[in-house]
């Protein structure tokens, strides 16, 4: 039994879709999630600079004695997985991985399109993993940032975010896809969206829910859960933000009231 908190951290508010999957799993556990909105867009940045952001948080959590680090946040997997998985003293679970592995379940003709940050899709790492678990599969791939900003903005669920959303995904009406992965975790948050677009019969794929059971599955295997019986569960949330702002719009993907700090790191 291990009754740590688990670290969990985002360019902004996407990776609390994670975090809510994360809890269906384990609402015993205590969390510590940080949201870098500060650094907003990390999708725009450089590998090497996104890396860089990453590790500074990475450090934090390991100061506040987290027995996991989870990466919910796709550009920032694709840029530091590897290298904070080397080097942390904690187990690191990321996003992309697992997104692939249940793309590869969902799809029945092998066509899968994927919808991400311009990092992600520059990393190239959704198209290799996917052929690498599914040789003869096809991968469609699409830099969406505009998406982030409008969750980051309140906007989801608008005229003007449908717009948006219509215009870039026009890019799959000649694709024969059957399955679309949402590839940075602000996504989930505009699948009604993406939905009014790409029809009901079209699987979507969120990482972050194989990501929660991956996070599950680790800490069930190495006898690492938390000892509901003695493990007093809190919830910490940190911006590098505003943390009203923050609250804001992690009161609408959460589903219910929290409160923020700010974080100066």
């Not at 979507?204 to 006898?223: C, F, N, S, T, W």
């Amino acid at each position: 039994m291990d009754n740590r908190p688990i670290g969990v951290m985002d360019s902004g508010v996407g990776g609390l879709t994670v975090l809510k999957q994360i809890v269906k799993l384990l609402p015993n556990e205590s969390y510590i999630f940080i949201g870098d909105q500060a650094n907003l867009p990390y999708g725009q940045k450089s590998s090497e600079t996104v890396r860089k952001l990453t590790k500074r948080i990475a450090d934090y959590m390991i100061t506040q004695d987290i027995k996991m680090f989870v990466m919910a946040c796709n550009t920032a997997t694709a840029a530091a997985f590897d290298y904070l998985s080397e080097i942390l003293s904690v187990p690191v679970i990321g996003v992309i991985e697992p997104g692939c592995r249940s793309a590869v379940q969902a799809t029945h003709n092998g066509q899968i399109g994927v919808i991400a940050t311009n990092g992600t899709v520059k990393s190239g790492d959704y198209e290799r993993i996917i052929k690498k678990l599914a040789p003869s599969s096809h991968v469609y791939s699409l830099g969406c940032p505009e998406f982030v900003t409008m969750v980051e903005q309140g906007l989801a669920g608008t005229p003007e975010t449908q717009l948006v959303v219509n215009q870039r995904l026009a890019y799959f009406a000649d694709k024969p896809i059957d399955t679309l992965v949402m590839g940075c975790t602000h996504f989930p948050v505009l699948r009604k969206e993406i939905t009014n677009v790409l029809g009901t019969k079209m699987s979507l794929v969120d990482p972050g829910i194989a990501a929660g059971q991956d996070v599950y599955d680790y800490l069930k295997q190495h006898g690492a859960l938390c000892d509901p019986a003695s493990s007093d569960a809190s919830r910490r949330f940190f911006t590098t933000g505003d943390p009203d702002e923050f609250a804001k719009l992690a009161d609408n993907i959460l589903g219910n009231a929290i409160a923020a700090d700010h974080l100066d790191i």
